[in-house]
Every structure is written in structure tokens, then in C-alpha cells.
């Protein structure tokens, strides 16, 4: 099997997009820079309004996701957004 065969596009730590046979865990947005879950209400609501889909991208773990400089959903990932925006009122 060839990378070309392989049927899901995940985001790398850098970033950078590669294929993969395991399917994505989390999602994101580009151009948001936010990533969540695959069920986040939010996300639904702007897919469903024929919004986002274009700008989607997807990785296998939420370490990755932060990684690639993404910041957790403020509706799907209430403890980690609530972390992350701390973090960056105290510059850490």
C-alpha cells in the first residue's frame, strides 16, 4: 500500500499534512488555529451552515494538535481552554 492509498489526511506536529490509515481523533480549524472534538456542537453548527468543512483539518491525538500551535475549543474543551487562556494572561 502507497501513502496515496491511504484513505485519511492527518496534521502533523509541524503542521504539515500526511496520510494515514488511522482515522483523526481531533479536529480543527486552519485558519481558527482551534482544535476539538468530532462531535463539538459548535463545529456541527458551522458545518451544517456550509461553513468551515474547507478549512478542516484533523489529528491523532490532542498533543499533536497543540503541537501545531492550536488552541483548544472553548465549547467542547471547557477545562482546557479555560488552562490555555490562563496561560496566556500569566505569559506562560
Known amino acids: 500500500m502507497t501513502a496515496a492509498d491511504l484513505p485519511y489526511v492527518l496534521t502533523a506536529a509541524d503542521g504539515t499534512g500526511y496520510r ?36 478542516r483539518v484533523f489529528f491523532i491525538d490532542e498533543q499533536t494538535a497543540i503541537a501545531a500551535g492550536y488552541r483548544p ?3 467542547c474543551c471547557v477545562d482546557e481552554y479555560r488552562r490555555w487562556k490562563a496561560a496566556r494572561r500569566t505569559g506562560r
Open 20 to 55: 494515514s490509515a488511522v482515522k483523526g481523533v481531533w479536529g480543527g480549524h486552519r485558519r481558527g488555529k482551534i482544535y476539538g472534538r468530532l462531535d463539538c456542537s459548535a463545529a456541527l453548527r458551522a458545518i451544517a451552515r456550509g461553513g468551515y468543512v474547507s478549512h
Open 73 to 75: 475549543c472553548g465549547v
